[in-house]
Structures are given as C-alpha cells and as structure tokens.
C-alpha cells in the first residue's frame, strides 16, 4: 500500500481512536453488520479499503485492509466480505476475554 494511503488511513484511525468521526467513514454495507466501519482511499488508479470497528468502549480494532480489486463492478468480493466479518468475530472475542466485554 502506498505510504500517502497508510498516512490517510492512520489519520483517520487515529481520529476513530480519540473518540471522533473520520471524514469519510461510514457504515461498511454490503450485508455486513453495521459494526463494520469502512474507510476509502483512491490512489494512481487503484482503490484502497479499510474495514475497522469502534463498537467498543476502549478499543478501535482494524479488521482488514486491501486493495480493491472486484470484477463485479463496485461491489467488495466475498473473499474479502468473508475475511471481515471473521476477524470481527476475532475482535469480539478478543475484547471480551481482555477487556471484560460490553
């Protein structure tokens, strides 16, 4: 991933972490649960996509990063679908086994 895609995208996290709305974020959608924010960058013809979620109190975790790369027109592949909402279970698990849960 380009290093000027890894500054936007850690900007905008970094705003997710200190409580605030990014510019640009917005719920995932593609029948993946709201949980699952989704940032956008384009970049030399290429577009990149952050999946992360808030839904918890003392944690941003970043599911998964990629480059888009969809024969189906605008839609995410169901690869990357899949990988999402895997590692949300993850982060789900993981927060409440560290964290307590919410």
Not at 1 to 24: C, I, K, N, R
């Amino acid at each position: 991933m380009p290093e000027e895609v890894q500054d936007v995208f850690g900007s905008a996290l970094l705003d997710a972490q200190y409580g605030d709305h990014p510019a640009g974020a917005r719920p995932f959608g593609e029948g993946l649960p709201r949980a699952i924010m989704k940032l956008v960058e384009d970049y030399d013809a290429d577009t990149f996509r952050v999946g992360y979620t808030v839904s918890f109190s003392t944690a941003v975790y970043v599911l998964h990063v990629f480059m888009k790369k969809s024969s189906s027109g605008r839609s995410t592949p169901n690869l990357d679908k899949n990988v999402l909402r895997a590692r949300l279970h993850l982060a789900e698990q993981h927060y409440r086994s560290h964290y307590g849960g919410e």
